[in-house]
């Protein structure tokens, strides 16, 4: 009997991590992996980043070590989490078939996360059919190992909920046989979509308006001082408006002295704070956030060849869990046929 709460997360191999994901999803699994209280399962999901970059296969080949590398780096811990890679375990895409005859191509469709995804990509009506049902293959990835918590950012809920119906219609048909997951968001509303540095209202690699967690200070520096405050802040003695202030949302999502913070934004909605002052302090905060993160990054980065057993560790003990996964559902729907077939 399993005492510990089972946990998966991952993200797609599409470049370095960002701000953005730290705070609406890694600091949680953080929290999560170092409570002690759960079984955490944490992936690469490398075949679900072939979905869009099927023709740029060496991009995502690059971002697998590149994530290999984040994930150690921000203190996900291989003796305290199971880190894997997606297409090392085949049993997931037989589970996908499985599901994918649950699932109608209109429910696909009327998918927020992918219809977003798919505006944003400018796919319109040449969708990749792989990326169509990516959120399947996410439903495949959960249940795999029986995961009851996903921590994943605002964007991601619809999958979590899609993938809630998959295992409702599963079992309605064939039994009792997957466990029901839950998805688990930042108590931090800010922190749940990061805006970009740009001041638009998501953070993208694709975007090219982020602050990667592998940025070197003087890279960090130089974003933030080009970072969207409020335009009609044109004198010092100006007041100025922080609700849409990029550089305030920031600080309050990374900054150590919320007090300080508050006083800070007092002071510049009634006028007589400058932008460089504020900005300049947030330099001060996300250096004091990165620096730890950055120097763990260039350890790990000088022996690659331990990085990578990690990973292959990780990935033979989480394809024993899908293997016994997929024998129960292979069971549950029947399309066991041969003496043997079991072992």
Same mark, same amino acid.
């Given at each position: 009997?399993?005492?510990?709460? #089972?946990?998966?997360? @991952?993200?797609?191999? /599409?470049?370095?991590?960002?701000? !953005? ?18 079984d955490c399962f944490v992936f690469i =999901?490398?075949?679900?980043? &072939? ?6 296969? +060496? ?48 429910? &696909? ?21 792989? %990326? ?20 994943? !950012? ?18 309605r048909i064939y039994g009792d046989v ?14 749940? #979509?990061?805006?970009?540095?740009? @001041? ?18 003087? /890279? ?8 969207? /405050?409020?335009?009609?802040?044109? +004198? ?11 550089? %305030? ?67 033979? +003990?989480?394809?024993?869990? =899908? ?21």
């Amino acid at each position: 009997m399993r005492k510990r709460i #089972r946990l998966l997360t @991952g993200d797609r191999p /599409t470049g370095s991590l960002h701000v !953005g994901h730290y705070a609406g999803s890694i600091k949680n699994r953080l929290e999560l992996q170092n409570s002690g209280k759960y079984d955490c399962f944490v992936f690469i =999901a490398d075949m679900q980043a &072939l979905t869009d970059n099927a023709f740029n296969p +060496r991009k995502v080949r690059d971002s697998v070590k590149e994530l290999m590398l984040d994930y150690l780096a921000v203190g996900l811990d291989p003796k305290k989490c199971t880190l894997f890679v997606q297409s090392g375990i085949p049993e997931l895409a037989e589970i996908c078939m499985y599901y994918m005859n649950l699932v109608t191509v209109a429910r &696909l469709q009327r998918n927020p996360t992918v219809k977003d995804e798919i505006k944003q990509h400018n796919f319109e009506k040449s969708v990749p059919a792989g %990326f169509l049902v990516y959120p399947v293959s996410q439903a495949a990835d959960i249940t795999a190992f029986d995961a009851e918590i996903v921590p994943v !950012g605002e964007d991601q809920m619809p999958v979590i909920e899609q993938t809630r119906e998959i295992v409702h219609a599963f079992n309605r048909i064939y039994g009792d046989v997957l466990v029901m997951p839950r998805g688990v968001m930042p108590e931090n509303i800010l922190a749940r #979509r990061v805006p970009g540095i740009d @001041g638009q209202a998501k953070m993208g690699k694709s975007i090219g308006n982020c602050i990667y967690l592998k940025d070197d200070a003087d /890279t960090v520096r130089k974003k933030i001082m080009s970072m969207y /405050t409020d335009p009609n802040h044109i +004198r010092v003695e100006d007041p100025g408006d922080t609700k849409n202030n990029v550089v %305030f949302k920031y600080l309050e999502i990374f900054g150590r002295d919320q007090k300080k913070v508050a006083e800070m934004k007092a002071h510049y909605q009634r006028g007589g704070l400058g932008d460089v002052v504020v900005k300049k302090y947030l330099i001060e905060e996300m250096e004091a956030f990165l620096a730890p993160i950055r120097a763990r990054r260039q350890e790990y980065e000088k022996d690659m060849d331990k990085v990578y057993k990690i990973f292959e560790e990780g990935t033979k +003990r989480a394809r024993k869990i =899908a293997k016994q996964t997929l024998k129960r559902i292979r069971k549950a729907v029947g399309v066991e046929y041969f003496k043997g077939e079991e072992e």
